[in-house]
Every structure is written in C-alpha cells, then in structure tokens.
C-alpha cells in the first residue's frame, strides 16, 4: 500500500489533493496529506511506522492514546490561565473506528492531526527559540508526570538504556562485516577508542536507577529541537510532536537530548567536525526556559545527574549510529555511504565538547535550579 491508498481509509472529509513525503525522520516514513470538500480544506499526518523498529503498533498506539487523552484532558482544564495554546496532535481513526491499518505487507499505517500553524527547525534560530525548547519539554514533562508509568508500553526494550547499546555493539563486532568495516578505515578506529575509554563511565544514569536515585516516568524518547513545534503567529513554543517513543524511561534522557540536539549548532549531519561544539549561551537558555516548569518536580537527586545525561547522550546517540554503521546500516536510514560513520562521529565529537565545558554546565545547572 502506498501512502496516498492508506490516507483514503482514514475519517477525513473530502476528497484527497496531495499527499507527499515531508519531515526528516531516520525511522518512520512520514507524509502530509491535503484533503478538500467544496467549502474546506484539512491538511493532517500519515506515516507508515517502521516494523522493523517499532514490532508492535498496537502498544504504541495505546500509548499514543494514554498521553494524548491525559494531556488534551489537562490543557483543556488549564487553558483559561494559560499563556498561550498548547497544543498535541490527536488519533484520527480509520473508517471503520480502528487507531491504525495493516496493510498486505503487515506494514502499520496511521493518520494524525497536524498542529496548526507551527513549524518545527533542525537548527535553533534564536536565544528566544531556544528558550521555547526548553520551556516546551518542560511543560510537555509536566504535562504528563502524573501518568501512571505502568499504565504506559514499554514499546522498545532497551531505548535509551545506555550500556545495552554497548551490546548491540559487540554483536555487530562479532561478525566478519564489523570487522573488516572496524579496521578499515581512521575515523572507525577513532570511534572505537572514544568509546573504549567511556565503557564503565556510561552507565552512570542506569546504575543510580538500579539504585532507586533515579526512578522511571513516562518520557517522550525523542525531544530533539526538530520535534518541537514554534507557533508561526507568535514565534512561542506550542507542542511536541513524534510521540511513538513515549514511554516508561528516565526524564534524564529526554533533558540530554533536548541538550545535545539544541546546543550543537551544526547538526547531525555535519562533515566539518570543527564545526560541532557544545554551545553555553544556548544551553543557558534552553535550561532557564526547562527550569520555569521542571523546578517543581525535579528532586535533589534528579538535579544531581543533569549534567551526565547531556553527557551520555550524546554518547548514546553516538555509540548507536556507530554501532548501526557496522551491522550495515539495518536501523536508521541512511543518505549515502558512511553516513552513519560520519553521524557517530560529529556525536562523539559533541560529547568532547560537553565534558571540556563541564565546570561551564554545572554552574549553568546550579544557577537556574
Ligand atoms: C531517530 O526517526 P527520528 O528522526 O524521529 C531515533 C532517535 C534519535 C534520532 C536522531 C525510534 O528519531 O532515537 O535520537 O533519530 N528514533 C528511534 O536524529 O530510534
Ligand atoms: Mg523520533
């Protein structure tokens, strides 16, 4: 089935005008679809969810379900004080009432609603953007801290469990393809040493939650800048988007992420490796903006490992694609050869950056608390 086939069977009125690619995600495929009556138009989202990511749609629909009801049921009850509208995309449901469609190929199609005029950046435009990303994740977080977490799907065993990556890694190690592509080239071998010397070190955030410092929440997955979304009118954050990785997980990841996606100017695609650092002044920002909302539920303990979890997940992030370049690039799509490579490399290069602005960060960190 191909996207337009799949946006027929969705509840839209009218008839279809265009549906194309849009966005610039490394798992999913996602498409906008215009649909027209005679007197309206409705523009809203298909993907086609990875199967070989994703195994099973129909936890990550529940989930889907669990934090949009709970955060559209909060909004609403709080919109009178707000300070502008927050928005979070709904299901739009089949024809036949379903969340989603299996297509002959067992493939899981979905629709849900665009947030309205609001556009998201790969790149950070402003202190002022940068302060709406920080004040987005912050609200998005408290927005669903009180979502039970054993009412959510662990929809990916593993995401964003650090040394279980460092698994994944020995494995593609293992075989006669990670072995001839570890060898073969300077830029590999680099990576190797990088995470050689932070094997026993990244694991940080996993053991103070095996120790109870740390204890699992629900968490978005994936809060990098490109999925949160700046009202076009007003140029104030007003939602985050791609929710499939909402899940049990520790806050920690979400914060770093936000971080590491934020405060590297450069991007993750990025040939130049001088140009990738670590911005400050961003980060400043961008924690300000977190802090407005999070203060009120971040305990000592959570405070105690923010600046590790910028630290580990640009690691993180890093030790993925790498790892991914040598199992053969089954995982994230790639654009051209070595570009899981190149990717594992600007990570690890940010991750340099963060540990030389170590005293930096945690004063930025004890300075907004
Ligand atoms: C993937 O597909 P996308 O772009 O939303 C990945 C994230 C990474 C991100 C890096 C399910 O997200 O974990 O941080 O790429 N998502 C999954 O750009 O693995
Ligand atoms: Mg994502």
């Known amino acids: 089935m191909n996207a337009a086939a799949a946006a ?5 009125a009218g008839r279809p005008v265009s549906v194309r690619p849009t966005g610039s995600g490394n798992v999913n495929d996602t498409y906008l679809a215009v649909f027209r009556t005679t007197f309206s138009q409705e523009r809203f989202i298909i993907q086609r969810i990875n199967g070989k990511v994703f195994a099973n ?16 049921r909060r909004l609403e009850a709080e919109a009178d004080d707000a ?14 009432g379903e969340d989603y469609i299996l297509d002959e190929k067992g493939d899981c199609w ?14 950070i435009q402003s202190l002022e953007h940068a302060h709406e990303a920080g004040y ?34 020995d494995a593609a190690l293992a075989t006669d393809l990670g072995q001839e592509l570890v060898g073969s080239t300077a830029d590999a071998r680099h990576c190797m040493r990088f995470i050689s ?10 053991e103070a939650r095996k120790r109870g410092e740390l204890l699992l929440r629900p968490t978005h997955g994936d809060p990098k800048v490109s ?33 590491r996606s934020a405060c590297n100017p450069a991007g993750e695609d990025e040939a130049d490796l001088e140009a990738v650092y670590f911005d400050t002044d961003m980060c400043h920002v961008i924690v300000k903006g977190y802090m407005r909302l999070a203060s009120e539920f971040l305990s000592a303990a959570d405070r105690h490992y923010l600046y590790d979890s910028i630290r580990v997940i640009s690691f993180e992030l890093g030790l993925r694609f790498f790892a991914d370049y040598l199992a053969g690039d089954v995982y994230f ?37």
């Not at 300070?83 to 449901?93: F, N, V």
């Not at 700046?230 to 936000?258: A, M, N, Q, R, W």
């Open 110 to 123: 979905r629709a849900i609603s665009l947030i309205a005029s609001a556009r998201s950046y790969e790149h």
């Open 57 to 72: 749609p129909r936890q990550i629909m529940a989930n889907l379900k669990v934090v949009t009801d709970h955060v559209h």
């Open 83 to 96: 300070d502008r509208i927050w928005q979070l995309p709904r299901i739009i449901p089949t024809k036949t």
């Open 8 to 12: 027929v069977q969705f509840e839209v």
């Open 227 to 259: 999925n949160i979304m700046i009202d076009e009118d007003t140029g104030k954050g007003t939602s985050i988007i791609d929710l499939d990785t909402v899940k049990p997980g520790l806050i920690h990841y979400d914060f770093g992420d936000c971080l």
């Open 333 to 369: 799509k790639t654009k051209h050869e070595g570009h899981n490579l190149l990717r594992a490399r600007v990570q690890f290069k940010l991750c340099e950056s963060i540990e030389t602005r170590e005293p930096v960060i945690r004063r930025i960190l004890e300075s907004c608390d």
């Open 136 to 169: 987005v994740l912050g609200q998005f977080q408290r927005l669903i801290s009180d979502i039970d977490p054993t009412s959510l799907h662990d929809t990916l065993e593993g995401f964003h469990v650090t040394p279980r990556y460092l698994v994944g890694l």
């Open 197 to 206: 010397a932070r094997r026993a070190w990244c694991s940080v955030l996993e």
